[in-house]
Every structure is written in C-alpha cells, then in structure tokens.
C-alpha cells in the first residue's frame, strides 16, 4: 500500500473516531456487551496477567476491556485519532482506579516487538484490511512466545460490495479494495486458511452466535447490518 493511500485510509478512520468509537458504546447494550465479550476473549487468552499485545485497537475497546480483566496490554493503532479516542478513555479508566493499556502508533502488519514478546495477541474488524494477511500474520507468529495465542475476530463484511457504504468509505478504500484479499471474501474460510498458511497450529474457529443475537436485538454498528462474527485462534 502506497504512503498516500496509507495517509488517505487513516484520515478516514481518524475522522470517524467519534462516531466508531460511540457505536462501540451504546449504553443501551454497554453492561450486556461487557459481559459477553469478556467471556469470548476469557476463554481462549491465557489466565491474567498475561502479556497482550492489542493489533488496530481503534478506539481501545478490547484493550481497554483487557487490562481491566488484568492483562498488561500494549495497544496499537496507524489512526491519530483513533489512538486519541483510546487514551482519553484509559485517563478516564485510570481515573477509576482500573489498570489502563499502553497505547502507542504502529502498524498492524509489521508491529515493533521483539520475537517471542508477548503472550497473546488480539485484533477485532482487522484482518479483512490486511493487504498481505499470511505475511501479516507470520510477523505476528514471530512475536508470540511459545504456545502463545492469536485471537482474532472478523466477518464477512463487504459480500456485495462497498457501493451502499458511506460515500467517505468509498473514496478512501475504493482504491485498495481488490488488493485486500479478506475484504470481498463469502465465508470466513479465506481468513481461517490465512492463519494455519502463517505457521499457527491448533487452528479453531467459532461462530460468535451471541455477538449476531445482540446485535439482532439492538442493532448492529451504524453502517452495518447484523450478519455473523467468527472467534478463529491459533497457536505458535
């Protein structure tokens, strides 16, 4: 992906924030959505406090939710603004007396830790942005220590195409969508396959029925319609 593409696709996400960041937090399902998603990363992330290393955090959301499970997360994210978002929230959660994560500036695909530096890795609503997923995700392998996990979630956002997404996302990903091969995928197998081709083993993946039965209830994020999400892990 060229710089100015780069430069484009944040721009986009740092003028979304707020709204990305609200849709994550809708107090009409906030208590519920704690609840569940910390059952999700529960039961596949080692025991707290392990070393997680958050990859396109956005807001913070998991980060945040992991340090507060007692993880020491470091998070990161290519979106100024984004990465603005999640710090004005670890200050608030700090404010709470509750464990914060270490938010820096990085890149998802080449993250600056060292080898067999972390314990687990998390992403939500990432891999389908990744322009080379395998090699992406063999980076990622490297910084696991070993019998460390990757957790990741996704879906199959864009099956029929971008044209009813907002006209901001059009511009800004319309040009790089055919180079991202997750993003037009119809079943969750590409991204599963991406993840055993990167070297990881014990590769599981489970449909998060509970996520699509809230979502259901109370309406997905704005943007999007309810369809379901996939929890897939594997192993170094």
Request: net charge negative.
């Amino acid at each position: 992906m060229s710089q100015s593409l780069q430069t484009r696709i944040d721009g986009y996400w740092t003028r979304r924030a707020g709204a990305y960041d609200a849709g994550q937090r809708r107090p009409e399902r906030w208590e519920q959505d704690e609840q569940m998603w910390s059952r999700i990363w529960s039961e596949v992330l080692p025991e707290p406090p392990a070393d997680v290393l958050d990859l396109g955090t956005g807001s913070g959301h998991v980060a945040l939710m992991l340090a507060r499970l007692g993880h020491r997360v470091t998070a990161t994210d290519h979106a100024a603004g984004m990465l603005a978002v999640a710090r004005r929230h670890a200050r608030e959660q700090a404010l709470r007396g509750e464990p914060v994560p270490r938010f820096v500036r990085g890149n998802a695909r080449s993250p600056e830790v060292p080898e067999g530096g972390v314990d687990a890795i998390t992403n939500r609503y990432l891999a389908w942005t990744l322009p080379e997923p395998v090699t992406a995700m063999r980076t990622w392998r490297e910084a696991l220590r070993p019998g460390g996990v990757l957790a990741l979630v996704d879906s199959t956002w864009f099956t029929d195409g971008i044209d009813g997404t907002p006209e901001d996302f059009v511009e800004s990903y319309g040009p790089v969508l055919d180079d991202l091969p997750l993003a037009r995928a119809t079943s969750i197998e590409p991204t599963v396959a991406a993840v055993r081709e990167a070297g990881f083993t014990d590769v599981t993946v489970r449909e998060l029925t509970e996520v699509l039965e809230a979502d259901t209830t109370y309406g997905a994020s704005p943007g999007h319609s309810p369809r379901m999400q996939y929890l897939i892990t594997g192993r170094r």
